[in-house]
Each structure stands twice: as C-alpha cells, then as structure tokens.
C-alpha cells in the first residue's frame, strides 16, 4: 500500500528549505511581490523615451521575476508533494494568482517595445551597453511583431491565463486526487490500491494475470469518465485554436512550432518516417510473442521483462552510484555536478498517496533545479532518474553560463540531455554483462524505451495534429471521436503480431502531455538526436564530448536547430531520424539471434 508523505524519511524528499526556510519566507517574498507590482506603472508609455528609462525598467521587471520565479516554484513543488494537502493547494492557487497578475502587468512590455523597430533599441544598446544582456530578448519581440497584439488586447488575453489553465489544473486533480480505481489482489493475495503510480508495478509483472486486470480496470474506469475527459480536453484544443487564431497563426500548431523556431516540415517529417518503419517493431512483438510463451500478445503484455531473472531491484544510494558509473563517459567534472543532486537533495523520490503522477525537473535561477519521481526501485525507476538528471544538468549547465533572460533552453532541446542519460545507462548496462538472461532483458528495455520514446510519442503527437486540425474544421470532439481517432492510431503504429486492445480507445485521457501544447513530438525528434550524440561520445569521435557539453550550456543563445548542430545533430534532414531507426534495428537483430528467431514477417 502507499504511504502518506509524512511517514517517508527527509533524505528521500526534496529540500525545499533551499527555496525558503519558512512559509513566512515565502510570505515576505510574496507580499514584496504583490506590492511593487504596482510600479510598473511609471514605465507604461514610457519605455521608449530614453536608454536609461529602457533598462531601468527592464532591470526592475529582472529581478522582480526572479522573485516570482521562486515563489512559484515554491507553491507548485510543495502542491505537487502531495496534491491532497489543501494547505498547499491555497498556496498554489495564491502563486498562480500572483503570476497571473505579474503577467498582466507585464503584458505592455512587448506591445511597447514593438511600437519602435529594432534600429531604435540597437541604438540604445550602444548608447547604453548595460542593455546588452537583453539583446536575444529583443531579437525575439522582433521576430514574434507580426503576431503581437495591441496593448489592450494582449492585457486580454493576460487576464485569461487562469481560464486557459483550467483544463489542465482540472484534469490534474481529477486524475491525481479525486480519481479512484480501487484495489487489486497481487499475487500473494494482497489487497493494493491501484493508481497511476502502483500501475506501472501491475503492468510490469510477470504474472499475466495481474497485468491483465490491473490494464483492464485502469482503463474501464477511465471509460467511466470518458465525457469528463472529452470535455476537458476539447476545451483545451478550442483555447490553443482560438489564442492562434486570434495572433493570426495558420494553426495552433504552427503557432506552437514558431514560438520555439522550428519547421512545421520537422514534425511532419517524423509522422511520415516512424510510419515507414514500422516492420522492426512489429518483429520485437514476434519475439515477445514467443519469449513469453503466449500464443497472442496483447498491449498489457508489452511493458513486463523478456526474463524473469534480470529484474533487480535497486535502493536509492544503489541508483546513485550506479549512474555515476554509467554516466562517467560524459567527465568527471560533470559526475561532480551530479553529485550535488543527491548531497544537496534536489530529488524527492517518495511514491507518497497524492503526489502528482509522472515524473519532471522544474528549476528556479537563484537555488538549484528540483526533481520529482515516485520511486519504487525498478529499473524503469532508475531509467526515469537519469532521465529528470539530464534535464537538471541541462539547467544546472546553463544557469551557470548563461543569464537570467537566456538560460530557459527551448522545449526542442529539452528532452536530449534527459535521453543521453537514459541511452548511456542501458549501453553501459549492457556492455557490463555477460549474461545472455541479463543481456536479453536489457536489449528488451532499450527497444521497448525507443518503442515508447519514437513510436509512442509520435503517434501521441498525430492525435494531437488530428484533433486540432478536426476541431478547426468544426468537428466536435465527443469521447467517441476522440476515442476512435486514438484506437485507429493505436492499430497503425503498433503493427502486426500484437492485439490492439479495445480499451485501449480510453488511453489519450491519462496523457498529461495533450495540456501541453504540441509538446509531445519533441520526445522523438530529441531521442533520435540523443541517440547520435551518446553513440559518438561512447565511440569517443573527435570532439563529441565537448561539444555536447558546450551544447548543455548554451541556454536560448543560439536557436535549438543551432544549438544542436553544435552537438553534432542537424535536425533539418532525415539522416537524424533515419540513423535512429539504423541503430533500432540493429538492437532487434541482437536479440533476435538471442532467441534464434529469423527476421522475416509472418501472419
């Protein structure tokens, strides 16, 4: 059974004393806050009058989100310990408001600045050389003027922010507070409560029968929410469409794509690439079939071990030193970083009743990044660890080389450190045994971490394209829309010799992801980028460790397409995407000849 929080010891919870030391802390800080928001006044119609007005006001709007900054990561990382805590909830809500606030207040900057043209500020920049560290700032209000809107208008949409939230906040506390699935019988006869986070264990065993229920009672209780869920979802499509349609996007999509600088081609190049390549997955699915000596495989048999010997569990401290070793190809300058994340207790591991589901890495400028799993030892656990240690290196690098205004790397590049992580711990994994047990069970985790990182999240990302563009088109999303949509999808990217299970037409209502705005694809595109980048510093080519460790730092400097040529990846042709699949194939070839099972395709 879990556990409530207060029952975990302090060395498994994040520090949050680093943020504040007491919630009258973060009560001084927020009342600080509240009160000089009103000083923004003095600058409204002014900005552009002089270089000095310009970067004082821009000055005091630094430090002022750098103070919201802290008090928002504060609320939200306390609200996410333990979403039932209504205690933190309030707190949540009140920083919510504030930003909500802030951003209206801010929400002339841009507009104002706009009304002059990027010679006028150059000009102020060499008059004022101070202003220079906003210079990528302005670049970028340069670059998004055609879809800026008036003044009043963008204070508009500012006041909204917290309706455009709802759904999101909605379903978050739906699914991680108020949803309950009930209990299930292990195999020792022990009865568990069954959520997102002990699902993940059912779903796993090697008892058939336990991941069988545990897949069919997750689902048939998210079918009893279908229409909530619909709903939910359907009011975030309508607010992406029409906050895109109002700025004048072509799309929800393209307005998406444009805010991080990236081609639309670029997702629509990876839909068609993973859909070319979908016969080696389906000869894994042969080899699952017969390792696991089922005579049809189904979706809930997909997630458990090829063996049964290999499924080690590991301690908090066993992780630890187990990634020092993996990761130490990437320096011992970065194994000393990392080393901060467990001395300093940037993580919080605990698998507490409330917590938020999932795993993520948040970071706040003036402390450290934090990281939130719920641990329970497996080795997707510690996968998942390295995996939110990549994104708090990719932070911690640029936090410390970059400013305030650029050390916020793009959503594009986000998930490479996290996935170089992951790809390096299961090389080493692998090149440290020589077990064929051991070695199958580890070739079968990396193709089924493609499996989920490059099939998965690109058919969550065509769902995504679908559903917008149909909800564009007038097309209503009732859960039997969305439902059949996903089903279909399911049957395209899975392939043949799996059962494509009816109750998995449910799945799209527990994707946080799809509150996430076009966010998904980047997981693929990133994985295929990540695998290049670990193969090539495993393979020690000239240069390649340097430069990915110069790729951590840039921060926003440079654009992600930029940013990742300086790795050694360009995204802008197929040979990324195309080697993924190169180095995909040889992994099931691999095991193939560990089971002796031929290659070719049978019905």
């Known amino acids: 059974m879990t556990k409530a929080r207060k029952d975990f010891k302090d060395d498994l919870k994040w520090k949050v004393e680093d943020l504040y030391s007491s919630e009258e802390d973060f009560e001084l800080d927020y009342q600080y806050v509240k009160k000089h ?68 207040v801010t929400s002339f900057i841009t507009p104002e600045i706009l009304k002059g043209d990027y010679e006028l500020v150059s000009e102020y920049i060499n008059k004022n050389p101070k202003l220079k560290q906003y210079e990528r700032v302005f670049k970028e209000i340069f670059r998004m003027k055609k879809y800026v809107l008036s003044d009043k208008e963008e204070k508009i949409l500012s006041s909204l922010s917290t309706s455009f939230n709802t759904p999101d906040q909605v379903y978050s506390y739906l699914t991680d507070a108020d949803m309950k699935f009930g209990t299930i019988k292990n195999r020792n006869g022990e009865k568990i409560n069954l959520n997102e986070r002990t699902y993940h264990e059912f779903i796993e065993s090697t008892n058939r029968k336990e991941r069988k229920v545990a897949f069919t009672k997750l689902f048939s209780t998210y079918g009893e929410f279908k229409n909530t869920y ?64 089922v005579s049809s495989l189904h979706l809930y048999d997909t997630y458990t071990a090829l063996t049964n010997g290999t499924q080690k569990k590991y301690t908090e401290r066993e992780a630890e030193e187990l990634l020092y070793k993996a990761l130490s190809v990437l320096g011992d300058t970065y194994i000393d970083d990392l080393k901060k994340a467990f001395k300093e207790r940037w993580i919080d591991f605990c698998p507490n009743d409330g917590k938020r589901s999932g795993a993520y890495c948040t970071t706040c400028y003036t402390v450290h990044p934090y990281v939130l ?28 080389n970059q400013s305030f205004e650029d050390y916020g790397y793009s959503i594009f590049v986000a998930e490479v450190a996290s996935q170089v992580n992951q790809i390096l711990l299961s090389k080493y994994l692998l090149n440290h045994t020589t077990d064929v047990e051991e070695k199958k069970y580890l070739l079968d985790d990396l193709i089924r971490d493609f499996k989920a990182t ?150």
């Open 230 to 293: 619909a709903s939910l979802l359907a009011s975030e499509v309508n607010n992406h469409n029409k906050v895109a349609q109002i700025r004048g996007y072509k799309s929800a999509r393209e307005a998406s794509l444009y805010g991080n600088e990236i081609p639309v081609e670029i997702y629509d190049n990876l839909i068609r690439t993973v859909k070319k390549h979908v016969d080696p997955l389906s000869r894994f699915w042969k080899i699952k079939k017969y390792a696991l000596g």
């Open 373 to 400: 799993l719920s641990y329970t030892g497996t080795l997707e656990n510690v996968s998942t660890l390295a995996h939110e240690l990549g994104h708090a290196m990719h932070y911690y690098y640029a936090m410390h």
């Open 454 to 603: 490059i099939y998965r999240q690109t058919m969550f990302a065509e769902f995504e394209a679908k559903i917008h563009e149909a909800a564009e088109n007038g097309e209503v999303l009732t859960h039997e829309y969305l439902c059949d949509t996903y089903y279909k999808l399911n049957l395209e990217y899975m392939g043949k010799n799996i059962v494509v299970d009816d109750l998995i037409k449910y799945e799209w209502e527990r994707i946080p992801h799809f509150y996430m705005n076009f966010y998904v694809y980047q997981y693929a595109t990133a994985y295929a980028a990540a695998i290049k980048i670990a193969m090539d510093i495993m393979d020690n080519k000239e240069n390649a460790l340097e430069n990915y460790l110069e790729f951590l730092k840039l921060g926003a400097t440079k654009t992600p397409i930029e940013s990742l040529k300086i790795a050694g990846v360009d995204m802008t042709k197929e040979d990324a995407l195309n080697d993924a699949f190169v180095y995909f194939e040889e992994l099931v070839k691999e095991l193939e000849s560990l089971y002796k099972i031929g290659g070719e395709e049978h019905e």
């Open 37 to 104: 928001l009103k000083e923004y006044e003095k600058y409204q119609g002014h900005l552009l009058d002089k270089e000095n007005i310009l970067y004082e006001a821009l000055n005091f709007d630094h430090e002022l989100a750098k103070i919201m900054e802290k008090i928002y990561v504060y609320a939200h990382i306390n609200n996410d310990s333990d979403t039932t805590d209504t205690k933190y909830q309030t707190m949540f809500g009140r920083a919510y408001k504030l930003y909500e606030e802030y951003n209206e």
